[in-house]
Every structure is written in C-alpha cells, then in structure tokens.
C-alpha cells in the first residue's frame, strides 16, 4: 500500500513539473498577468501589435505598426512637408513708412531762363505709407526657405515742397511751379503735392535660421503701381489768422503706371524696406525727370 501511495505522489510531482514547461506567465501593459499555453495561442490584444507565444519565449510580430516616438524626427517633418500645400508664408501685408525724396532728378526739358529746381522737397517732412492687405506666396524649393510672394497694397505719398510754391500747368501742358506769393498767399504754413497708387508686387523672398527658428528673411522684387489719385494741397493763414486749405486735384501729367524696385530684410515682424521708382514719375518732356526713392521700416502681419 505505501508503494502505491509512493509511486501515486511521485507521479503527481512529474505532472506538475511537464505542466509548468508548457505554460509561461507574460506580463503585459493591456492586461493583468496571464497564462497562456505554448501552442502557438495569439493574443490579439492590437491586430498591429500581437504578441505570438511559442516555445517558452514571447516575441512581438513583425507586422506592428511602428509607433510615433519610434520615427526619426527627420523623417517625421519631411511626411508633414509632403502633405502640404505648396503656399509659402511670405512678409507683404503689413504697414510700412519711410521717408521719400527725389534721385537722378533732371530739368534737361527746360530752358535756361526757365524756373528750375522747384521740385526740391524738404526731405523730413515728406514721406510714404503703404498698407498692404492681402499676399499670396508659392514656394519655390523642397525646403520651403524660398517662395514667390504676391498680393496687393496701396500707397500714399506725401512730397512738402522746400519752397512756397504749388504746382501748374501751363497753356502747352507744361509743369512748372506757380509762386503762392501770386496767388496772395503768404503766411505758408505748409504746400505739399499727394499721391496714391494700388500696388501689385512680385517679389522672391528667401527665409534662413535664426535663432534657431526660421524668423529672417531678405526679400526683392518688382512693385507695380496704378495711379488712383493726385492732387496739391496750401495749408496757410489769411489776414484774419484763421486757417486755410488751397486744394486741386489734377494728373499735373503724371504717367499712370510706375514700377518700383524694392528690398525689404526683416526679423518676426519687423523689417527696413528701401524703394525706388525705376519709371519717371511725370512725362519727360513736359515736366522734370524724377525718380522717387523712399527708406523706412515696415511692421507686417
């Protein structure tokens, strides 16, 4: 009877020790702790991420998904610059200012007798502002650092003559200044000749680090401009003190289109612009050869 009882435990103790080689216990990060037997069982917590249990040892499937924290960064920025659109974030829109005077002037229509250098401006006090509202950019490289920029803007110019005089035409057509001393104007306080135009730029704009961040730019281009409006205007005193304004609004043969030449270099939202008009501002031979140069910053959207 003890042999029975002998060979009985002995038998339990072998059953035992087979049953633990066929099982193994996986902790993992779905479920509490586990056992599954070794033929082969799939736990399909994720079909992407399964894990196969087979011969004692845990292994996870080939075909998971490659987790996000497990792709280069490299790679990840250029998917992202695949899926996007080719727009390029240029600097146009913006409010600009700066001062403006004449380059390259020449009165070579005139004669010697003729009244010349009246075009002379009284630089601190004459300038530009251009509010531009609406830019479109298109990127020209894989990287995006280069782009076309264009949109539209508008401008307004504001030259306050160095002398007291405004601006006439005479029976031929011809430009020539008219003293406001004929006019019975003498207590001047200011005689200014305004300008504004629609402006149309096509620009090309390249963006490089700073700062580690991509924020500088350089950008240059062509401006086209369509004349809108233009007129002279006398701000003065008369005889009893009281203030006054001489206005009259004319083309005084000023050419419809212009076209300027324009650098802007930039950091965020800030930037110093510079333009300069490569047309002339009036008709050359009924006026002076003029073309307006303006320095300034600019602050954009």
Not at 69 to 85: C, F, I, Q
Not at 132 to 157: A, D, K, M
Request: proline share 3%; aromatic share 12%; glycine share 8%.
């Amino acid at each position: 009877m003890k042999k029975v009882v002998v060979y009985v435990m002995f038998m339990m103790c072998v059953l035992s020790v087979v049953a633990q080689k066929d099982t193994v216990v996986v902790r993992d990060s779905w479920h509490k702790d586990t056992i599954r037997q070794k033929s082969g069982t799939r736990d399909t917590v994720v079909q992407e991420s399964e894990m196969i249990i087979w011969d004692n040892t845990v292994r996870e499937s080939e075909r998971r998904s490659m987790r996000h924290s497990d792709v280069p960064m490299k790679t990840v920025r250029e998917e992202r610059r695949r899926g996007r659109s080719p727009h390029f974030g240029g600097h146009w829109s913006g409010f600009y200012l700066g001062f403006v005077n004449f380059g390259n002037t020449s009165y070579s229509s005139y004669s010697e007798t003729d009244d010349k250098d009246f075009m002379e401006l009284d630089w601190a006090n004459s300038f530009a502002v251009q509010i531009n509202l609406f830019e479109h950019g298109i990127t020209l490289n894989p990287s995006r650092t280069i782009g076309l920029v264009t949109g539209i803007g508008f401008e307004y110019q504001r030259f306050r003559f160095d002398r007291d005089i405004t601006l006439k035409k005479d029976e031929n057509g011809m430009l020539r200044a008219e003293l406001l001393s004929d006019l019975g104007i003498d207590r001047v306080k200011r005689s200014v000749f305004k300008t504004f135009y629609m402006t149309i730029p096509l620009l090309v704009e390249w963006q490089f680090p700073a700062s580690m961040v991509r924020q500088a730019y350089i950008s240059t281009g062509v401006v086209g401009g369509v004349r809108l409006h233009s007129k002279t205007k006398v701000v003065y005193r008369d005889e009893d003190g009281d203030k006054r304004r001489k206005k009259n609004s004319d083309s005084y043969g000023m050419i419809p289109l212009k076209a300027d030449w324009t650098v802007h270099m930039g950091y965020r939202g800030m930037c110093l612009w510079g333009n300069y008009t490569l047309t002339n501002m009036f008709k050359k031979s009924k006026a002076p050869e003029l073309h307006p140069y303006t320095i300034g910053v600019g602050f954009t959207f």
